[in-house]
């Protein structure tokens, strides 16, 4: 499915610290306002609701870590593409948002048009949303699947009923963005 065509990002947009200026617990802002994972470029793009994930430092960078599972169509955005995006939206949008990308496939709907969301993008290709309050972009370093073996909470099993185990990406933040 073609999606909303990106333009190149406004000048509102201003690169921030990730350390001094990400406000408020992550854990908070992840698990409860919720987030879009978006990967691809300008041309091709697929974004996704997210509540599991993190903020943290790993290797002497600043990281984030996102999960997606294989059956999601912006697993295939992820494989393909070196960069990922981190979205973070006032409250007052959420509902909408996450309504069309936590519930609809990219595979068949054009998610931005039916969000009422303006695709960005900037220097390296990544794409975001105009509408957002934060943009974290990513570059990956690391993959890795769970394997259920290795849960010591055998009951994490639960959540996987279709056995769609996911992919852990950690990516180094390259940039953070507010407006």
């Keep these: 499915m073609q999606q909303t065509e990106a333009v190149k990002a406004s000048k509102e947009w201003k690169k921030r610290s990730i350390v001094k200026d990400f406000k408020d617990s992550a854990i908070e802002r992840i698990s409860k306002e919720w987030m879009l994972i978006t990967a691809g470029n300008k041309d091709d793009y697929n974004t996704m609701t997210a509540s599991w994930g993190g903020i943290g430092y790993l290797w ?7 999960f997606v599972r294989p059956t999601r169509y912006t697993y295939d955005f992820m494989e393909k593409n070196v960069r990922f995006t981190l979205t973070f939206f006032d409250k007052s949008l959420k509902n909408r948002v996450h309504k069309i990308c936590g519930s609809k496939s990219g ?51 639960n959540l996987y009923p279709a056995k769609d185990y996911h992919r852990i990406y950690i990516g180094e933040i390259e940039k953070f963005y507010q407006k």
Excluded: H, L, Q, W
């Design 60 to 66: 002497e960078r600043s990281v984030a870590f996102i």
């Design 107 to 157: 595979r068949n709907i054009d998610k931005a048009k039916e969000a009422e969301i303006s695709p960005i993008y900037f220097d390296n290709d990544t794409i975001s949303f105009e509408e957002a309050k934060e943009i974290i972009i990513c570059k990956k370093i690391y993959i890795g699947d769970f394997m259920p073996e290795n849960f010591i909470d055998k009951s994490i099993n």
